[in-house]
C-alpha cells in the first residue's frame, strides 16, 4: 500500500498561540476523546508505528504538535490537539486546553478542517456532541473516524455508521462520517481522500459534495 503521507514528520510542538507557525498555508486538526485511538490513527495514515506518541495516561500531551505532510510541500501540516475528557486531568491542565485549543479551533485562520475521532463502541458521547455544537458554527468541514471498528462485527459496524450518519443529517454536507481500523489498516483510502481535498494536495477531489466554503477568520 502506498501511503499518500508516509513521508510526514514532526515539525514542533506549540504551547503557545504566538508560536503558531506563521508560514503556514492550510492545517488540518485532528481531535478526539482520550483513548479513542486519535494517535494510532494519525500512524496509520502516515504509515508509522511511533510518529504520534501513543500514551498510556489520557490527557498527557497538553500542546499542539504539528506534523509536515510531505517533504516537498511547505506551510501544510497535520495538528494533533491534546485528547479530551481526561478525568484524571488537574484543572490546571483543563484550563490549558481551553485556553490554547480552543482560540486555535475558532480563530486559526490556516485551519482547513477537523478529523475527530471516536471509538466507534462509543460515538457521539456528550463531550463530543459538544465539540461539534461549539466548532460547527466556524462553517469549517468536519469529518468522522469510528474508529477501531474491528472491535465490532460487520453488522454492528454497519449499525454504528447508519446510526452515526443519521445524526449528523442536519449538517450535511459540512459533516461526513467513515469507519476506520488502525489494526486492520482499513478506511486509509477514504480518509486520504479527504485529506487531500482540504490541504489542496495534487490529486482526485472526494466523490461526495463539495463542502462549505471556509470563511477566512482573523489569524492568531
Known sequence: MQLLFRHANFLTTVARLADLPRESLREVAFAGRS????????????G???????????GRTQHLNYFTVAPDTLGKYFVDLPGYGFAKAPEAVRREWKGLVGPYLLERATLAGLILIMDCRRPLTELDQRLLAWFLPTG???????????KLSRQARTLALRQVRAALTPHT??????LFS?????GINECETILRHWLELPGERPPATKPPHIAPLPGV
Open 140 to 150: 469549517r468541514p468536519v469529518h468522522l473516524l469510528l474508529s477501531k471498528s474491528d
Open 182 to 186: 488502525s489494526l486492520k489498516k482499513e
Open 35 to 46: 483513548n479513542a485511538g486519535k494517535s494510532s490513527a494519525i500512524n496509520t495514515l502516515c
Open 173 to 178: 454536507p459540512q459533516c461526513s462520517v467513515q
Open 48 to 58: 508509522r508505528t511511533r510518529l504520534a506518541h501513543v500514551s498510556r495516561t489520557p
